[in-house]
């Protein structure tokens, strides 16, 4: 049984997302600002949260950074039509994805299923097994366990979100291989690709920073102009 924390200053949001949320099976938690969201967290174990971004005393931006310093669990953003700067600052600083207000119902599901998979089957809970002889992904520095989705840069682990262990595993299967932003898109989080450039940017570059010496000039995670990206064999 899932725990999933709803944030949001308005209450007949949270109410209304309590209610899906429960027909489909999952237990719910309240928030009504970011120190709320900070303090359930801490109190129980939240799987996913639904985060608002425009809240009083601790908004949803400061919010989702400060659980980033120690929580790896989705965050999915819940942003007004006006908000797209702060979509990418959301992004920026360690959501998974956004959902636009007013937003359809059935779409938040579907996106919460998506995020909630991914956390369970790509790394997001430790299950404290021991880690297999098989299942490596080898390039370079770089060891990605696929099994006990762990990942390694020259002998040290790093900690990277369900998403960015999904954008990395599909590039390390295919190296050398051109994937555009769509491509990626659709093949990380199974929807379709409209207006998905900024968001794949942004999670190429936080894997980019946890991957490489020097981000700015990567080995690995190579840019191929006019195309999209690919993961070079060094």
Not at 7 to 12: A, I, L, T
Not at 37 to 54: C, G, P, R, Y
Request: aromatic share 8%; charged share 25%; glycine share 6%.
């Amino acid at each position: 049984m899932y725990n999933i924390l709803i944030c949001d200053d308005d209450k007949d949001i949270v109410s209304a997302l309590d209610i899906y949320l429960r027909a489909e099976g999952y237990n719910t938690f309240p928030a009504y600002d970011g120190t709320q969201a900070l303090k359930a967290v801490q109190e129980h174990d939240i799987h996913l949260i639904l985060m608002d971004v425009m809240m009083p005393n601790l908004d949803g931006i400061r919010a989702t950074a400060k659980l980033r310093e120690s929580c790896n669990v989705p965050i999915i953003l819940l942003t007004a039509k006006s908000e797209d700067s702060d979509k990418v600052l959301g992004l920026n600083i360690g959501a998974d994805d956004y959902v636009t207000k007013p937003f359809n119902p059935m779409e938040v599901m579907a996106r919460v299923k998506s995020q909630l998979r991914r956390y369970t089957t790509l790394g997001g809970r430790d299950t404290g097994a021991p880690e297999p002889e098989d299942g490596l992904l080898r390039i370079g520095g770089i060891v990605l366990d696929d099994a006990a989705k762990t990942v390694s840069v020259d002998g040290e682990p790093i900690r990277l979100t369900p998403i960015e262990f999904d954008i990395l595993r599909l590039f390390m299967r295919c190296p050398n291989q051109v994937f555009s932003t769509s491509e990626i898109y659709e093949k990380v989080w199974g929807d379709q690709a409209y207006g998905a450039e900024n968001t794949v940017a942004v999670h190429i570059r936080h894997i980019r920073e946890k991957l490489e010496i020097d981000p700015a000039n990567p080995r690995y995670i190579k840019v191929v102009w006019g195309l999209g990206y690919k993961f070079e064999k060094v």
